[in-house]
């Protein structure tokens, strides 16, 4: 079910012009789901395999196996910094996703049903507020959690 936290997948599906577009988003969706998890397993495989001589535990094992990469040599390097940034992209995007969720999910089924003659400008823009409230709440947890939640 780790798709359910990738709203734009879904949003994506929803917006599908046909019954039959909408069959296959989902059939790609499952399977993408079990696609990235089997990914996922294999380089954890790998990665548990590169990291098996070190003294203790790394506090991050994905950056801990690509710094063991990246040392490699001038490729590995690149690829490395490459994968870093990558990872800190897609990271982004998933914040930036759940925040547009959140903010879309309490605008249309808080604010608008107590306002349905709001403009279409006070909409957006207590949507606006809306994001910023929740990513003000996210920063102020993560600032707050020294090892996690």
């Excluded at 012009?17 to 996922?40: D, Q």
């Excluded at 809306?130 to 996210?138: C, D, G, K, L, N």
Aim: hydrophobic share 55%; proline share 3%; with cysteine.
């Amino acid at each position: 079910f780790g798709f359910l936290s990738l709203p734009h997948f879904i949003q994506r599906i929803y917006a599908c012009g046909s019954m039959h577009a909408l069959k296959s988003g989902y059939c790609v969706m499952t399977v993408g789901a079990w696609l990235t998890m089997t990914i996922g397993v294999f380089v954890g495989t790998v990665g548990a395999y590169i990291l098996r001589d070190l003294e203790e535990e790394p506090s991050s094992p994905f950056t801990a196996i690509i710094e063991v990469v990246m040392e490699r040599s001038a490729f590995s390097y690149v690829a490395g910094s490459l994968i870093l940034t990558s990872s800190l992209a897609a990271i982004m995007s998933t914040a930036d996703s759940l925040l547009i969720a959140v903010s879309q999910l309490i605008t249309s089924e808080v604010f608008y049903p107590l306002w349905p003659n709001a403009s279409a400008a006070t909409v957006a823009l207590v949507a606006k507020a809306i994001s910023f409230v929740s990513m003000a709440i996210a920063l102020a947890i993560s600032i707050g959690a020294n090892e996690g939640l």
